[in-house]
């Protein structure tokens, strides 16, 4: 039996910003219609991390019935490190806090990571910045920095049964691999960011379609990710 577990990322939820509630409401719809089993939240919930903004989003998630596992990013205020472990029927779920208070780049616990592994379990690990460089300027500025991709991908090398990295920031739908496992980004549930391969600064669109993913465990052990677009 298929075991569905959904990806909704950087709705980046603003009070006087009426298309941002509205786009985090359009994803959890369109999440709670294939019922998940869970639902990883990769980071930038909020724009300023206003108590309200959270209060909102969590209004927007109310058709989602499966429990929803958030991590924090580069826009999010939490007290607390928002990393932990979860166990989905026979998944383990690793979600890693990248997010550095006052910063917009972000940091990588990778030795924490190492504890929470275990041989033979089916792991996907969720973050907010992708532990991969994207090929774009702006981005890459305020990304993790490369001897703790390095160091990751020599992690997962050591350890196949991590089936999936799945990590937001990007605002685009991307794929790309490291240590032989396959890396994905989720778009954004409200603004994209347009692809510029040349762009110094980070340029936006409201045009283009968002989206959720939905990373599909197969009875062989194989996994897939489906990128579905929102009504």
């Given at each position: ?9 950087d709705?980046?939820i603003?009070?006087?910003d ?15 219609a ?15 991390g ?7 989003a ?5 058709p ?85 991709n ?11 049964q ?17 240590g ?7 778009a ?26 939905l ?17």
């Amino acid at each position: 039996m298929t075991l569905l577990i959904a990806q909704i990322s950087d709705p980046h939820i603003k009070l006087d910003d009426e298309a941002s509630i509205r786009g985090l409401e359009r994803a959890a719809e369109r999440v709670a219609a294939f019922n998940p089993a869970a639902v990883l939240f990769t980071g930038d919930i909020a724009d300023t991390g206003a108590p309200e903004e959270y209060e909102a989003a969590v209004r927007a998630l109310a058709p989602i019935q499966a429990p929803v596992y958030r991590t924090a990013g580069n826009h999010d205020r939490f007290e607390e490190r928002q990393q932990y472990v979860a166990e989905v029927a026979h998944v383990r779920v690793v979600m890693c806090d990248t997010s550095v208070p006052g910063r917009d780049d972000g940091s990588l616990d990778v030795a924490w990571i190492e504890q929470q592994l275990e041989p033979g379990v089916p792991t996907i690990i969720a973050m907010h910045h992708p532990p991969v460089a994207m090929g774009l300027p702006w981005l890459d500025r305020i990304a993790l920095p490369r001897e703790q991709n390095a160091a990751f991908a020599v992690l997962l090398r050591a350890h196949p049964q991590v089936a999936l990295v799945a990590a937001g920031h990007v605002h685009r739908a991307a794929t790309a691999s490291l240590g032989g496992t396959t890396v994905v980004t989720a778009a954004g549930t409200h603004i994209q960011s347009t692809l510029d391969f040349d762009a110094p600064g980070m340029k936006t669109s409201r045009e283009e379609p968002q989206s959720v993913l939905l990373h599909a465990f197969l009875d062989d052990g194989s996994v897939i990710t489906h990128v579905q677009p929102l009504p």
